[in-house]
Each structure stands twice: as structure tokens, then as C-alpha cells.
């Protein structure tokens, strides 16, 4: 008796636990089309994106709202970092260095002396105190927050791509084949071994001992250390897509995104990760960022913008709030679209189901289910290779539940 009381409770703990691991991730709506390389928040609020062909967006209210500020020239910029609402940094393509001290409404252009090379990443640990990376191994530092920057020796020439520093002393860089680590604020970068030959995309650490290295040319990796990278074990992850981008939120919550829409999630420091649901397997999810354990956001490429806030036209609703005992309709993705997108919805019972759209007139012109469903999550894909560019309207009706989302045509 006592050994099947022990098994239900085990059944319960492990049940619980996949259920906490599991985020609803929303659609946000996107001004722009373009890859987006990086995402930065100072606070649930206030946040930054920047993208491919000189893309800056800016939110001050969760990404209900993504506003484009403005850059004159169509570089891609690749990462983006502040130290508060008001400063920071933006490094791209043809050695392109950005700052603000107005929270975005002006920025102005820094120099290290090099146009023919491409930053990939930058990080700060204060106003003054930063470093960026790039190809043939480039590395700078700077401690007078951008206005001069000094060259620093990699004593490599592969591609730089990930940076993270847990202090002004101690910090990682990774890339092609490489894993440095420095001491003493980058006057000497020693390279760490990995027994593996990969393309590292992303690095960080929990704190002096305990971090995560990510990437991959032909299938995921996933690398772990404990002793601040004098040894770096596989983990053992289970997927399968190449890895763009890994953050944690405490030592033992953590999200990887990558290829095809990947996205996963641990509570276990990495022990078993929860693959979450993106609303998209076709595009490259780059850059991964939380605030707090249910504040978060994604972007990637065809300007798609994740997040676990639920913005909607009535306000905004955390993620939190979301409340799995009733229907929800989610935003669909791509959107905009041409021609084809993808529409998610949740059942949280069994019933019948009414999927139709709209013209802005309120005219309906195609309804796409018409049917008895299971309760979970369901898709389906419309295809509006007859119907010309504008605003349409997707409907969701059961019983006495509706809900309608703004979607747009753009050929």
C-alpha cells in the first residue's frame, strides 16, 4: 500500500513539474519582415529588438506596441545591450558601433578604427566597463563607455560570436571552435578545451563556476561546466536542430532557442529540458531574453516576435493570468503574411468548433473549421493566395465563447 501511495505521489510531482516547465508563448505584433538578431530588456516594460537592413525597435509597454526608431544606414545589426533605460550599445556589420544616453531617440556612432569587419555580440557590465567580438577573432574593450576602444588579443582568427562577463574580471567569449576565458578583464584570453569541434553560438554563466555553452554546425550542442571551464562535459539534450541563443533566469530556470522554431525550457539546472511551443517550424529563432521567470521574449528571422505576455486589444495580460480552463485563440505567424499563415488555438474541453475570417467589412469569406474537437492545442493553415492585400479578421466561436484577431495580407 505504502509503495503505490509513493508512486502516485511521484506521478503527481513529475506531472507537476512538466506542467510548470511548459510556457505559452504569443505572436507580437511585428512592424518589419527582416531577421531579428537580438532582443534586450531593461524592465517588463522597456525592451529593444535590432534586426537586419538597420532595424532598431523599441517598447515601453511589454511589445504591445514595437515602434521603429531611427537609423539612416541598412547595416545588419547583430546585438544590442543597455545598462538602464537610457544607455546603450548596438554592434553590427561593416564594424558598426551604436550609442544612446536618450533611451534610443538619437544614436550616434562610436569608432574603433576598422569598417571591414562585423561585430556579433556586445556586453557591458556598467557605463563605463564593456567588450565587443567579431570575425578573425576580434576583440575590444573599452572603459570609458565607448569613446575610446582598445584592441585586445584573441590569438585566433575564427569567428567571435557570444560574450558574457559575470563581473569587470571575469568573463567567456565563444565561436567557431573557440572558448576563451580571461581573469583579468581581457588583458589575457586563454582559450578553454572542449574535446569538440563545433560552432559555439552562445555563452552563459550562473556564476564563477557553473555555465552553458550552446550551438552547433550539423545538429545541437549543448556543453556544461562546473568548474568555471577548466572541463566541459556534452550534455545529453535530445535535440536535434542547431542552437542559437540560451538564457537563464536563476540557477536552475533556463530557455535555449535555435533552427526550425526550437525552443526549450529546463527547471532542473539542465538535468531535463521541456520543449516549448513556437508557433513556427520554418524559422531560425536567434536571441532569447527574461526579465523574470514569466516575462520573456523571442525574435528570429521574418521579424517574428515572441513573448510569454499576452498583448491584446483590450490591454495587456501577463502570463501568469493565463487561465488554461477556458478558450484561447492565439495571434497567427507569420503576421504579416503572404500568402499562407499558421492560426493555434486552445480547447480547454471537447466541443464544437467554428474557425472563420473576415473582411474589414465584417463580410465572412472562408470558414476553415467547422468541426468537433478534442481539448489541447490545434492548427490550422490558411492559405490566401486568392484574396487581395488588407486586414482581415479570424474568429473563433464554441458554445458561447468567441474571440477575434486582426490579421494582415501583405503581397
Known amino acids: 500500500m505504502k509503495k503505490k501511495i509513493w508512486l502516485l505521489v511521484f506521478m503527481i510531482f513529475i506531472k507537476s513539474v512538466g506542467i510548470l516547465a511548459q510556457d505559452v508563448l504569443y505572436t507580437q505584433e511585428s512592424p518589419v519582415l527582416v531577421t531579428l538578431y537580438s532582443v534586450y530588456f531593461v524592465d517588463n516594460n522597456t525592451g529593444w529588438i535590432v534586426g537586419g537592413n538597420g532595424t532598431i525597435l523599441h517598447t515601453d509597454n511589454k511589445g504591445k506596441i514595437w515602434n521603429q526608431q531611427s537609423y539612416d544606414k541598412t547595416y545588419d545589426l547583430h546585438s544590442i545591450c543597455f545598462i538602464n533605460e537610457s544607455t546603450g550599445w548596438i554592434v553590427g556589420s561593416h564594424g558598426i558601433i551604436l550609442k544612446t544616453i536618450k533611451g534610443g531617440t538619437d544614436w550616434v556612432e562610436q569608432n574603433v578604427g576598422i569598417s571591414d569587419t562585423s561585430f556579433f555580440d556586445v556586453f557591458f557590465v556598467n557605463d563605463s ?111 536535434s536542430d542547431n542552437l542559437r541563443s540560451i538564457y537563464f533566469i536563476n540557477d536552475s530556470t ?43 521574449w523571442v525574435v528570429g528571422e521574418n521579424g517574428i516576435i515572441l513573448s510569454t505576455i499576452n498583448v491584446n486589444s483590450t490591454g495587456i495580460e501577463e502570463a501568469d493570468n493565463f487561465h488554461p480552463d477556458r478558450m484561447v485563440l492565439m495571434q497567427n505567424y507569420p503576421n504579416p503574411f503572404n500568402p499562407s499563415t499558421v492560426i493555434h488555438f486552445y480547447l480547454h474541453q471537447s466541443g464544437s468548433v467554428t474557425l472563420s475570417i473576415y473582411n474589414i467589412r465584417g463580410e465572412e469569406i472562408e470558414t476553415l473549421l467547422q468541426d468537433y474537437y478534442q481539448a489541447g492545442q490545434h492548427e490550422v493553415f490558411w492559405n490566401a493566395e486568392d484574396f487581395p492585400s488588407g486586414i482581415y479578421l479570424i474568429s473563433l466561436r464554441s458554445g458561447n465563447f468567441s474571440e477575434t484577431k486582426k490579421i494582415i495580407l501583405q503581397k
Open 129 to 239: 566597463t564593456g567588450w565587443i567580438v567579431g570575425r578573425y577573432g576580434t576583440i575590444f574593450n573599452t572603459s570609458d563607455g565607448g569613446d575610446n576602444w582598445s584592441y585586445q588579443s584573441s590569438n585566433t582568427q575564427e569567428l567571435l560570436l557570444s560574450i558574457y562577463f559575470i563581473n569587470q574580471d571575469i568573463g567567456w567569449i565563444v565561436g567557431d571552435r573557440t572558448i576563451l576565458k580571461t581573469i583579468n578583464g581581457g588583458i589575457d584570453w586563454v582559450p578553454q578545451d572542449s574535446e569538440t569541434n563545433d560552432s559555439f553560438k552562445s555563452v552563459y554563466f550562473v556564476n564563477a563556476d557553473t555555465g552553458w555553452v550552446v550551438g552547433g554546425w550539423n545538429g545541437a550542442t549543448i556543453l556544461k561546466t562546473k568548474d568555471g571551464g577548466e572541463n566541459w562535459t556534452i550534455e545529453n539534450s535530445g535535440f
Open 254 to 296: 533556463a530557455w535555449i532557442v535555435g533552427e526550425k522554431g526550437t525552443i526549450f525550457k529546463t527547471i532542473t539546472q539542465g538535468a531535463s529540458w521541456t520543449q516549448q511551443e513556437s508557433h513556427t517550424s520554418i524559422s531560425t529563432l536567434r536571441s532569447i531574453y527574461f526579465t523574470d521567470i514569466n516575462s520573456g
